[in-house]
């Protein structure tokens, strides 16, 4: 039985993981029998947006506390882990990865990857370990990995695509039902909502990510 | 095309809408081509839980803008809708349903459900239109239509049971990949993570209750 981690980054599209996107990841590890494990930084959200109105709001929200959301409850700190512990890892999308596992969505090709985050993703590319991301969290894997050339897709766009190449990954087009695959770094990636529009477009990209990313955690 | 109103209640299972729940119901309702229309009352919740220790936060929250995370900002407050405006509505279940959408886990089978809540099931019913409800969410739908004695499933626990027979329903026992139909009424009730295990058994309930839902939303 394969353990693969689901590395959460809060609960809501706008500041965190984005859910669809979350939920569905767990559904198909679930369904291929797979052992799940939830991590998420113990940090504080870079911000936190009204879904219903689109504003800041004034509080403050923890990134481990708010993604415990989504895992009912059964969620661990990423910095208690290591690559030794799993047979591969999965980031969903949502502004989260790029505001909280990175500070892409603020500083764009100059970011910095959360170390924790970094640590984790480099130790499992150096274990040949697979790595799936979804819809934004390819900028962050791209920054986190920028040493090795990763090729990624988020889609069709060309300021985003542009982006990543700056960042010195490979970035290839795909359809929301595609999966982009890094053979030699066993790396996977599917542009889910980057794309849409609608939770069952985005499910089957996520469906054919899980499978690819449980097929590699096997070979 | 049916269009189907989804009622959510926040968002995390121990103080809102169960997010596993509510995202397999729009990925069936979507899968199966509805027309989706997400509801929440706008109120503040009952209670804000820290999902990765279950202990109560000191804040606020409220039931619209929390329930917006899951449907990703596109979502209407109940108060707006009639029966008129939709074909069929589900309930997503979490505590949310029996904390916001009524108070049954406070006052249990004294509880009161959430007037425009009790408004439009009522309606629903009168306008001979399906409703389908979720894990703990049937208790909300008993006590809002007592009057019928509604026949419904929370799975298998003998004092929810005595419950909802309390409150003037009639409780079926069903395992998790069942749905409870109750056909005079057009209710369909499946016990979702009142059982369990995991999401790949509540999602094959869930999937049965909102195909018929639509079956009945089109008959």
Known sequence: MAKIGVL????GVYDGAEIHEAVLTLLYLDKAGADILC???DMDQLDVLNHLTGQPMAEKRNVLVESARIARGNIQNI???TAADLDGIILPGGFGAAKNLSNFA???TKAEVHPEVKRLLNEMVQAGKPIGAICI???TLTKALSGIQ???TIGDDSKMSSAIEAMGGRHRIATVEEICVDLP???VTTPAYMLGPSIKNVAVGI?????KVLELASS
């Open 39 to 41: 991590l998420a930084p």
């Open 207 to 211: 469906e054919n990510l899980v499978m």
């Open 8 to 11: 959460l980054s809060g609960c």
């Open 106 to 108: 603020v500083k764009g």
């Open 79 to 81: 910095r208690d882990f």
């Open 137 to 139: 969290a390819p900028a």
């Open 185 to 187: 770094h066993k790396l």
């Open 150 to 152: 990763p090729e990624v």
